[in-house]
């Protein structure tokens, strides 16, 4: 008789090994592999030979009929457009966040958007009592919709359901951490479990053309913890985010197949739930006082919206013996290197001093561009004189100290012009052959740059 086999699986990057170790090589993560029992869903089919014969496949050609199925739209703007305009039937989301950020309020508020126009929308709670998700449906004004309320952790029961006939066409899982299988000897949470629920769901949203929503919390590490194992098998990946004290949370979408990445939704949070903001430079910039030194205003662009927001620089004497560099909502390794090409090119002794940088409002930056707002707000800080107030800043800067032009100016421009601000600093354009010069932007002063050394 062959012996059960054992195996060892890492909970954050799903590595399998075959003897227990503290630390995964493949993730460098420690203390997080887990012994799971091997042969069944997980493990695949066995090596070899195939026994028997297979079923021969039909092939299609590649014009029929496509006819675009209609989007579920929810009428909740900023989770329809980092969703691609709407779900797609048939399609599988991962929503994945930190504990405590908003999901359950968030898919509540999705579910009963889409019962009051009339999709037939389930809501699965695996981790909430239904006393608890309808308490949560009142204080939020929903307790009226048609939203079907389970409260069920076993995959099995909650297949059969929706595969019922009259089952809902939309099911949010909440959350595919607290679901289990019983054909998967693993207890719930463990990579296996989640990969196999959540490989059930998706099976089934393909098959009936129903969207599944699952739900998944993330580690301190910021992976979805099992769940990232789940972000190739899905169509979408959501990630809700925001810093705990403040009261806007961001929707940004990191993968999917039906819609744009790298867009992102802003809402703000309130005892009456989370609600659209449609104009969230003006929320970010809500709190700004008029000119300080050290604080600049970046022109930035999130997906395809230009979003204002507010950096704040901080540059003090160090009383410790190594200076200490303290970023929040930016790369500390593009601040480390902002602050050697100011040093190398420009002259300018950053070094000694301690430095802090925070992107006011929560929000986190990836752009380049904002390297000559930090720049500026460095030496605002420094120099403890402010940056002019209806003044952004845009702009990336290389190595050699010289401003690069970034992409989407025009749109940057406008969305400043609309909030009032009357002068721009922004990389000059050399008009290269075959480019359209830059057109002006009306009621807004572009300050041309070509290379760091003339900012400071
Ligand atoms: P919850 O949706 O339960 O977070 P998650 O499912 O991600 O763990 O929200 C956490 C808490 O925040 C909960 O007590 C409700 C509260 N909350 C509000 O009061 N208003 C809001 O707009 C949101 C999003 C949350
Ligand atoms: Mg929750």
């Known amino acids: ?25 493949a993730c460098g993560g420690w203390n997080c592999i887990v012994e799971e029992s091997a042969g069944t869903a997980a493990a695949g089919a066995p090596p070899g030979r195939l026994a028997g014969k297979g079923r021969r496949i039909e092939f299609a050609a590649l014009s029929g009929t496509t006819e675009q199925p209609p989007r579920l739209v929810t009428s909740i703007a900023e989770f329809d457009r980092v969703c691609g305009s709407g779900l797609v039937p048939g399609s599988a989301l991962l929503i994945g966040g930190d504990p405590g950020i908003g999901k359950s309020t968030l898919l509540l508020q999705v579910a009963a958007a889409l019962a009051r126009s009339g999709v037939g929308c389930a809501y699965i709670s695996g981790e909430e009592a239904l006393d608890q998700v309808r308490l949560r449906a009142r204080r939020l004004g929903l307790e009226q919709t048609a939203v079907q309320l389970a409260a069920a952790t076993s995959i099995r029961d909650i297949v059969a359901t929706l595969e019922a006939r009259d089952g809902p066409a939309v099911a949010v899982i909440d959350s595919i951490q607290t679901m289990w299988l019983d054909s998967v000897d693993s207890v719930p949470g463990t990579v296996t479990q989640v990969r196999a629920s959540a490989q059930a769901l998706i099976e089934l949203a393909k098959r009936r053309g129903v969207t599944v929503l699952l739900v998944g919390h993330v580690t301190k590490e910021g992976a979805i913890a099992g769940p990232r194992v789940l972000e190739h098998m899905v169509d979408t990946v959501l990630y809700f985010e925001g810093e705990r004290g403040h009261q806007f949370r961001i929707l940004r979408a990191v993968k999917n197949r039906f819609g744009p990445t790298d867009e992102i939704g802003v809402f703000e949070m309130s005892d009456r739930g989370l609600t659209d903001v449609a104009n969230p430079s003006a929320l970010f910039l809500a709190e700004r006082r008029g000119a300080v030194s050290g604080a600049c205003v970046f022109a930035g662009v999130e997906g395809t919206r230009p979003l204002l927001v507010e950096i704040q620089a901080l540059v003090a004497p160090s009383s410790f013996a190594t200076p200490r560099h303290a970023v929040v909502g930016w790369d500390s390794g593009r601040l480390a290197m902002v602050i050697a090409v100011l040093e190398a090119r420009c002259g300018v002794a950053v070094g000694p001093n301690d430095v802090y940088l925070n992107v ?50 025009e749109a940057r421009l406008k969305e400043a012009a609309k909030l009032g601000f009357r002068t721009a600093l922004a990389p000059s354009i050399v008009a290269g052959a075959g480019q359209p010069a830059p057109r002006p932007v009306g009621g807004i002063n572009v300050d041309e740059i070509g290379h760091l050394s003339d900012l400071v």
């Open 360 to 409: 006011a409002g929560g929000l986190r930056i990836a752009e380049p561009a904002a390297d000559l707002a930090v720049a500026a707000a460095l030496l605002s800080s420094l120099a403890d004189t402010p940056v002019p107030s209806d003044m952004v800043v845009f702009g990336e800067i290389g190595l050699g100290g010289e401003v690069r032009a970034v992409s989407q100016r």
């Open 1 to 25: 008789m062959a012996r059960p086999q054992r195996m060892f699986v890492c909970q954050s990057c799903g590595a399998v090994y075959a003897k227990w170790a503290g630390k995964c090589e």
